[in-house]
């Protein structure tokens, strides 16, 4: 709960000897301030914590009042002459000291103030009192200082409940059956307020004829019936204390309350006064049900519609039709196309027009969107390089974009008579319209180009409020018509940019890592022209360091370097090794990345259980190992023994082991495991020559022997 200067709180005592304080000045650490009861006549400032309003009034000791008893609306005009002479010589009394604060309200220091007044104005200090009570107590103004002639009688302030009663009697006041004249007093005024707080204000919305019956029901079970409060007093107190805001919020919710029952006092072209000062961007869901571009038997759904309205001509700027859901990547598009060249765009969907029929391709000084689209790093980015200021709406505020969202309700009444797939209440056995789909996502498109084109040149905008200067210039309220002249008498707000300038600060931004293996952005390695030229993988082996870029999520084929001014770029293309994510969108990388470590993590615990496997196998080898050797062991054989032979035993295993070895071409196995004899040379059948071949074996033996 938050305290305000001159806010008033009333202490809870009885009616007739109420204490009011006003709060005349709260320290910058919102701690102690200083207030004064507004009814007493001899009272001056006294100092409080604000913790102990706030518990005063948590603890039902005390509340704020909404109404001030105080407050003087009055036409400088209708005051008396005298009166304004009296008002004015309090005035100089005491104007050279109320600004004083705190000062002023400290008894030590307010001595010596009043005092040099006292001197300097030649008056008594009672009367410096006087006037400082009676500015502090009337709300700080110096009107507070007015004589109070005018306020005889109490007009508007509560009246005690005494015995006799108050207001029109009641008709058969004479019949016992009907009850007795009775006071509202305190006592049932509070029973009132609970009453209407925990019946009326709430979800549920009874009636106040509800709310008398609940209320009779909880809090006067025992009361004869010709003593009970009558509807017409509830009725009349809650007529007398209603809050219509805090009403409708409990009714029917904030939302609702902020959409359709607050006051509506100004209109939106009176925050633009020229092209360009204001565009409104707001997106909705088409009402109609497309096929897709490559299998038109395939149904993809609804649309996502952005616009751009320009508020002081009502132009639409741009337009996107995509099925990106509301996001930043479909206002992006919007944005960007409300700063293209429309010749071109329309060409693109085989519409030919002339500059003048769609002038629009500039950028603008506000954007007014929605908070969940227009709040980030990439609006910032548009806000820095472009130099737009962005304006969010509150959230459940559509109404804060009234010229985009009725040119939504346009669009919709002029193309559902004619587009098949249209959106209509399901009835029980009727037609599913999503089986009527006929459009793709560009023949929808061309169709609202073609309305723009239309609205733009040559639809009337109701309720439009000219200004004096297109009166007397005789401009029709026509958005192409609003849009020149505005160009012509109002210019200056209007900017053109670079196309691909204006999508590079558009793009969201991110940062980028020089390593010796790439530019590495999101597990993906990109080059580029500088990069080679400047040897930056080899000096990354050193050091590495961020670049700062932009990239479209839709392509992650490329990125782009931004230049430290925002108007230039250096496009990197992504390397051969990681081709795969040439062309895919960021979604579809992640999730690819996301898949391959959910594999690498499967193949792990693959390899772990092999790991386990294979360890048993080789401690089983091991183990039958041990066991053949230490059976084959002689237990009188010297360590020096075993030691000493290795040469000679590694000699005999290598000759065992050249002889299993040995490749044997043209001989086959037989079933027992040996060597079938083939065709054989005839070398090998000259007995001499086995001998040789024989002796030179012994001799090569007994050489790797003495090795």
């Not at 305190?186 to 509800?210: C, G, M, P, V």
């Not at 995509?322 to 429309?342: C, Y």
């Amino acid at each position: 709960m938050n305290f305000s200067v001159n806010e008033l709180i009333e202490w809870k005592q009885d009616d007739v000897n109420k204490m009011i304080d006003r709060i005349l000045w709260i320290d910058e650490g919102y701690v102690i301030c200083y207030t004064i009861d507004i009814n007493d006549g001899k009272t001056l400032p006294v100092a409080k914590r604000i913790s102990d309003l706030k518990d005063a009034i948590d603890n039902g000791a005390a509340y704020k009042l909404d109404k001030d008893p105080w407050v003087r609306v009055i036409n400088e005009d209708n005051i008396r002459l005298k009166d304004k002479e009296y008002r004015e010589k309090g005035w100089n009394t005491i104007s050279s000291i109320v600004y004083m604060e705190p000062d002023i309200f400290i008894r030590a220091l307010r001595g010596p103030i009043i005092q040099k007044i006292v001197i300097e104005k030649q008056v008594t200090a009672v009367t410096v009192y006087k006037y400082l009570r009676k500015y502090w107590q009337r709300g700080k103004t110096p009107n507070a200082l007015l004589p109070d002639f005018n306020n005889c009688g109490g007009k508007g302030n509560p009246k005690s409940a005494g015995k006799v009663k108050r207001g029109r009697h009641r008709i058969y006041k004479h019949k016992d059956d009907f009850g007795l004249d009775k006071n509202v007093d305190k006592e049932t005024k509070e029973i009132f307020d609970k009453s209407l707080t925990k019946f009326y204000n709430t979800s549920a919305r009874n009636s106040l004829n509800k709310v008398h019956e609940l209320m009779i029901g909880k809090y006067y079970k025992d009361v004869e019936p010709r003593l009970l409060p009558t509807l017409d007093q509830l009725k009349y107190h809650h007529r007398k204390n209603r809050n219509i805001k805090k009403e409708t919020d409990a009714r029917i919710g904030p939302n609702v309350f902020e959409q359709t029952k607050r006051p509506v006092l100004g209109s939106a072209t009176s925050e633009a006064t020229k092209p360009g000062s204001l565009y409104q961007i707001d997106a909705t869901v088409g009402d109609v049900y497309l096929v897709s571009r490559f299998n038109r038997r395939w149904i993809i759904g609804r649309p996502v519609i952005y616009i751009v309205v320009d508020v002081f001509s009502r132009m639409v700027t741009g337009l996107y039709v995509g099925l990106e859901g509301p996001s930043w990547i479909g206002a992006m598009m919007a944005l960007a196309n409300s700063m293209a060249n429309k010749v071109n765009f329309c060409a693109d969907y085989d519409i030919i027009i002339s500059p003048k029929d769609w002038p629009a391709h500039h950028a603008p000084r506000n954007i007014i969107g929605d908070r969940g689209e227009m709040i980030g790093h990439d609006v910032e980015t548009m806000i820095e390089f472009l130099d737009i200021k962005v304006k969010n709406t509150p959230p459940f505020r559509p109404d804060w974009k009234p010229v985009v969202e009725r040119k939504f309700r346009t669009i919709n009444e002029q193309v559902k008579p004619f587009v098949p797939g249209i959106v209509i209440p399901k009835r029980r056995g009727g037609r599913d319209y999503r089986l009527d789909a006929k459009l793709d996502i560009k023949e929808f498109t061309k169709i609202l180009i073609l309305q723009i084109i239309s609205y733009n040149n040559k639809h009337h905008v109701d309720g439009y409020e000219m200004d004096t200067a297109l009166i007397d210039e005789e401009i029709k309220p026509i958005p192409r018509d609003l849009w020149n002249w505005g160009n012509l008498n109002r210019a200056g707000q209007l900017r053109v940019f670079d196309e691909d300038i204006v999508k590079l600060n558009l793009m969201p931004r991110g940062d980028a890592r020089v390593t010796h293996m790439g530019i590495n952005f999101k597990n993906i390695k990109y080059s580029c022209v500088s990069a080679i030229q400047e040897h930056w993988f080899t000096k990354a082996r050193k050091s590495t360091w961020l670049l700062d870029i932009s990239y479209d999520p839709r392509n992650m084929g490329s990125i782009y370097i931004r230049e430290a001014d925002g108007r230039g770029y250096e496009p990197c293309f992504i390397l051969e090794q990681h081709a795969k994510y040439d062309d895919r969108t960021l979604e579809e990388i992640e999730y690819l990345q996301k898949y391959e470590r959910l594999q690498q993590k499967i193949d792990q615990e693959d390899e772990l259980m092999g790991n386990l496997d294979l360890n048993d196998q080789i401690e089983n080898i091991v183990k039958e190992a041990v066991e053949k050797t230490e059976a084959a062991q002689d237990p009188y054989e010297s360590k020096s023994s075993k030691v000493s032979g290795i040469k000679h035993h590694r000699g005999k295993e290598k000759k065992a082991n050249r002889e299993d070895e040995a490749f044997k071409l043209g001989t086959q196995m037989q079933t027992d495991g040996k060597p079938t004899p083939q065709t054989t040379t005839q070398g090998e059948e000259n007995p001499a020559y086995n001998r040789r071949l024989k002796l030179l074996q012994k001799k090569s033996e007994e050489a790797q022997d003495e090795k």
